[in-house]
């Protein structure tokens, strides 16, 4: 029936919008009124966001409770085919997942199977999308003994098996180097735990007292939002509530096809390149899109994309789901909430076999949101030369996740995931606002976990974060400046770097912005590390480093856009001694609208706060500044005459 609900008529002139629908039309619809739609489609968002808090709050693993490596959605019925009217406003990546991954859970264990108490619990990426270690736990939601809705929870578990500590590597070349894969599975029967689940688990897992310990928190949040669904269906009926899910669907689909209609009818086609895979650095990998919006519809055509990658870099087509969704959600409609109805009016191509769309046992996924990048900054870099100002500026893209383990002197088995790399970075900057500067990338919503945390978890220490000058896309608005980090690894160490999209920088410009500068890694050996551990940025710095990977001086090291190429898995995996400190250098993040036509006075600023020097300020923006920015920054001052004289030969 919802599928009939729609904002306009295919040809677009029927303005049959649902906020203008009479309330006996809309009660006839969605058995109930107006008012009681809009408050159980809030009560419905605030269960799930209730939970998400809980689940954070609660949880062992730095991975979840710092990091906010998970995401909780409510789904519908088996006979609504498992609608999506809510999720909880944490990892974006996670939710065009969401839907389809209980649906596929559910159905292939038998929703007449299922009993008030159980928990399932599934981790195949092609089933679940994502990678092994996101783990779905499902619980059923039961109204006069049939399943009325489903409470999901996907969460980040620490280690799920394979030949890597923690599984983050880009090299695993097939499914039975990821990790252990579970499908549809009883975790909890009865609220009680299931013993063969749990230890077919912690048989194959390392740090099974932190698992143990999120798997109760989770299931006391599961328990907590079927306690909220129940509350929503006694107190308004079982009718409400059925038109309710249907209501959050149609009104995310109306938005969504209305925000849309801006974009012209046209073709647009775009491209990225992978660098690498983690089996050799002897071809890049083309994600190809091609977007057809015509009739109120918009198709998404990933046709001519390059075959599976030989490791573990690819997505799936689940996946693929959430990069079309965040793409057109940035681009068209950022207030509507995320539902089933999301894309109604959307059709998405892809082929089998591709870094997209891999297929087991030797396609493996695991680093999944590489690929995805590349696919929404080709998406969002080509439908943004179609809709003027509302374009935006390419962000830092490649998330360069850094993966370290080892042992204390005592024997205790240490982990260091995601928090040491190029994992936060720059945005680009937009028709209202330069970049900012320390964000993940466009489609993920997670936190920084604390320096203190990770430096009492781990035997490290962060020597450096900061922002780097000259590294932001120009622009009216500026992009975001890069990120470096340099961290000091105090014991012996084993590393996986998976930052493989250095080749060229990702933050390219819009509206006639200019594009960011590349990111590269580098190990140093404790030899030419500082007594006081705080490596310069000079070039010769770089001689004696190691580039782990990026685009640098074949001779000194140094980044450069035009040297050569370092592989990032030519060593497998890459081992240093105490002492070694590591730095990372994010891309920057691209500029926004004309160079010169930003203020004179928002470049003096740029030049204080440390974005831009005194050079790049006169050399790109035209602007001749006078004074100390080091030692007297307040003192700085803009030199008129000579500004003006600069900028009579301005091209």
């Not at 998404?300 to 965040?326: H, Y």
């Not at 497998?572 to 590591?582: D, E, L, Q």
């Not at 500029?591 to 440390?610: A, C, H, I, M, P």
């Amino acid at each position: 029936m919802s599928q009939e609900v729609s904002s306009k008529d295919l040809d677009g002139k029927n303005k049959d919008l649902l906020r203008n629908w009479t309330e006996d039309r809309f009660e006839k619809e969605y058995d109930c009124d107006r008012f009681t739609a809009t408050v159980l489609s809030n009560r419905l968002r605030h269960a799930a966001e209730h939970m998400s808090t809980g689940l954070m709050a609660g949880s062992f693993s730095p991975i979840i409770s710092d990091w906010f490596d998970f995401a909780i959605s409510i789904s519908g019925p088996p006979d609504m085919d498992y609608p999506l009217p809510a999720v909880g406003s944490s990892l974006l990546v996670f939710l065009g997942t969401m839907e389809d991954a209980c649906r596929n859970i559910v159905e292939e264990y038998g929703p007449e199977r299922l009993k008030p108490g159980d928990v399932l619990l599934c981790n195949d990426p092609y089933r679940n999308g994502l990678h092994v270690n996101d783990v779905s736990f499902i619980r059923p939601v039961f109204f006069e003994g049939k399943p009325i809705a489903f409470i999901s929870i996907r969460a980040h578990q620490l280690d799920m098996g394979g030949t890597v500590p923690g599984g983050f590597s880009s090299t695993k070349a097939n499914v039975f180097e990821t990790g252990l894969v579970i499908g549809p599975t009883l975790l909890f029967e009865n609220d009680e735990p299931v013993p063969t689940t749990f230890s077919l688990i912690f048989d194959n897992t390392r740090f099974g007292g932190l698992l143990q310990a999120d798997f109760m928190t989770v299931l006391r949040q599961l328990k907590l939002g079927e306690e909220l669904v129940e509350g929503i269906i006694n107190r308004y009926g079982e009718k409400a509530y059925r038109g309710t899910v249907r209501y959050c669907c149609d009104a995310s689909a109306e938005t969504m096809r209305d925000s849309f209609e801006i974009l012209p009818d046209g073709t647009y086609a775009g491209e990225e390149r992978i660098d690498a895979d983690g089996a050799g650095d002897d071809g890049e990998f083309v994600i190809r899109v091609k977007v057809t919006k015509a009739s109120g519809r918009i198709e998404v055509d990933l046709s001519g994309s390059s075959r599976q990658a030989r490791t573990c870099i690819n997505a799936g087509p689940l996946d693929v789901k959430t990069v079309v969704a965040s793409a057109l959600m940035i681009l068209f409609d950022r207030n509507s909430p995320f539902t089933s109805g999301t894309l109604r009016y959307v059709d998405i191509v892809i082929p089998p076999g591709t870094i997209m769309s891999a297929l087991p046992p030797d396609g493996a996924i695991y680093v999944y949101w590489e690929p995805q990048f590349a696919l929404l900054s080709a998406i969002i870099r080509e439908l943004g030369k179609a809709v003027g100002d509302r374009a935006i500026g390419g962000d830092f893209s490649a998330m360069g996740v850094h993966n370290a383990h080892g042992e204390r002197k005592d024997g205790t088995p240490w982990i260091n995931v995601a928090v040491s790399g190029a994992e936060h970075g720059p945005w680009g900057g937009d028709k209202d606002n330069d970049g900012d500067s320390y964000m993940f990338t466009y489609p993920v919503n997670a936190y920084d976990p604390p320096t203190e945390t990770m430096e009492q978890d781990c035997p490290v220490l962060m020597m450096r974060k900061e922002y780097v000058p000259d590294t932001a896309g120009a622009g009216e608005n500026r992009g975001g400046a890069s990120v470096v980090k340099d961290v000091l690894w105090c014991e012996p160490a084993e590393h996986h770097s998976l930052m493989i999209r250095t080749k060229r920088p990702a933050g390219y410009g819009a509206n006639g912005g200019m594009r960011g500068k590349g990111g590269a890694a580098w190990f140093f050996d404790p030899e030419v590390v500082p007594e006081n551990g705080l490596i310069s940025f000079e070039n010769d710095v770089y001689r004696g480093s190691t580039p782990l990977v990026g685009m640098c001086d074949p001779s000194t090291h140094a980044p450069n856009i035009d040297g050569e190429y370092f592989y990032f898995a030519r060593e497998i995996p890459w081992k240093t001694r105490a002492g070694t400190m590591s730095r990372y250098l994010t891309n920057g993040g691209g500029g926004w609208g004309k160079v010169l036509d930003r203020n004179q006075e928002r470049v003096l600023s740029d030049v204080r706060n440390g974005y831009v020097s005194i050079e790049q300020a006169r050399d790109t923006y035209k602007v001749v500044i006078s004074g100390d920015p080091q030692d007297d920054p307040e003192g700085l001052r803009i030199d008129e005459t000579a500004t003006k004289s600069i900028r009579k030969h301005r091209v």
